[in-house]
């Protein structure tokens, strides 16, 4: 069994930055690609960014390309997103998901495993 633990959301202003933390535990974090989702209130979960197995490749929706970096330290079991210029509308939990097999991907039934959600509000 998997278990992710999101931490490090809170209240900011806009043009903050923030980083989020995800602490895995149960399989070896270091095989499997890693993603970062949010979901607003009344809207779907939607792909933020996403990490292959080594941390070599990235990748990142249109919306946060520029302003947020995805990162892991395998020794450490975690992985990172960096928030930089926050806007109002990046107000919303974020998930982080573990791939078991294959590359990483954008959709959220890519993933088989999911942390609990950090709360993430950006104010104007």
């Known amino acids: 069994q998997v278990q992710l633990v999101e931490s490090g959301g809170g209240l900011v202003q806009a043009g903050d930055s923030l980083r989020i933390s995800c602490v895995a535990s149960g399989r070896t974090f270091s095989m499997h690609a890693m993603g970062w989702f949010r979901q607003a209130p009344g809207k779907e979960r939607e792909f933020v960014a996403a990490?292959?197995?080594?941390?070599?490749?990235?990748y990142y929706a249109d919306s946060v390309k520029g302003r947020f970096t995805i990162s892991r330290d395998n020794a450490k079991n975690t992985a990172y997103l960096q928030m930089n210029s926050l806007k109002p509308e990046d107000t919303a939990v974020y998930y982080c998901?573990?791939?078991?097999?294959?590359?990483?991907?954008?959709?959220?039934?890519?993933?088989?495993?999911w942390g609990q959600g950090t709360q993430v509000t950006v104010s104007s």
């Open positions: 990490i292959s197995w080594s941390g070599g490749s990235t």
């Open positions: 998901a573990l791939k078991v097999y294959g590359t990483s991907g954008e959709s959220p039934g890519d993933y088989d495993y």
